[in-house]
């Protein structure tokens, strides 16, 4: 009698709690260099205390007012962004070549986890041509109506705010940094920055929207999801 085949184990999940950003960083990114062809994925889910973020890119201007807030340079794509309490953070640590992506499907798959986790919460999040992450409408987060088409001279942002934004790393076909989704932060320091290098750009999270979502609850949506996804 055959044997049965084996299914291929999802990404373990590692619920960090919150953590300072820089040792996390340092540790993932020790974590991307340290594994071999057999290293099981991971995906790390955190929060992390008020920490600006600039990436490898990524240009003072967009630093408006940080004060007291920390900023650190990271070697992750994309500009400046807010991590804070209330917000969740997932790194997910994936070898692309074994999973047989590429890092365009793999940021088509990070933004589709997002996009569920807020359909599970009523909410409908959007994508915006050249600009990672997921954004709502303003006026109308729970309504199904897609975007329209982008115009010439048109702000694409108009009437939007970002709800979820994105950064990535990949090294040798392995992944890190990651995603990070507003659920009930203070979103006061987003007005310090240009957020992911966009002046002006409104920044929202559930709570503002009127979801009051617990913040584990999200977490483990967004981290099942994410391994769904993120599994060959």
């Known amino acids: 009698m055959p044997s049965a085949p084996i299914t291929p184990a999802l990404p373990t ?17 020790a974590f991307t260099e340290a594994r071999t062809p057999d290293t099981p994925d991971e995906i790390w889910v955190c929060e992390h205390p008020p920490t600006y973020t600039q990436g490898i890119a990524g240009r003072a201007e967009h630093l408006l007012a940080p004060g007291d807030i920390p900023v650190i340079a990271t070697n992750r794509g994309g500009q400046v962004t807010y991590h804070g309490p209330g917000q969740v953070v997932a790194y997910p640590l994936i070898d692309l070549r074994r999973l047989g992506i590429y890092v365009k499907e793999y940021v088509f798959r990070l933004e589709q986890a997002l996009l569920k986790v807020l359909e599970g919460q009523g909410v409908t999040g959007h994508r915006v041509a050249g600009a990672p992450g997921i954004y709502v409408r303003l006026a109308d987060p729970f309504g199904h109506a897609a975007l329209p088409k982008p115009q010439p001279g048109v702000d694409p942002f108009t009437g939007l705010g970002k709800i979820a934004a994105l950064g990535i790393k990949v090294s040798r076909h ?16 987003f007005s310090r920055i240009n957020p992911c290098g966009y002046a002006g750009l409104a920044t929202v999270d559930l709570a503002s929207l009127g979801v009051q979502a617990p913040w584990q609850q999200v977490a483990d949506d967004l981290a099942q999801r994410l391994a769904q996804r993120l599994s060959p």
């Open 13 to 29: 999940i590692r619920h960090l709690g919150r953590v300072d950003y820089a040792p996390t960083a340092a540790a993932m990114q």
């Open 174 to 189: 392995c992944t890190y940094h990651g995603v990070s989704l507003n659920v009930a932060m203070d979103l006061e320091p």
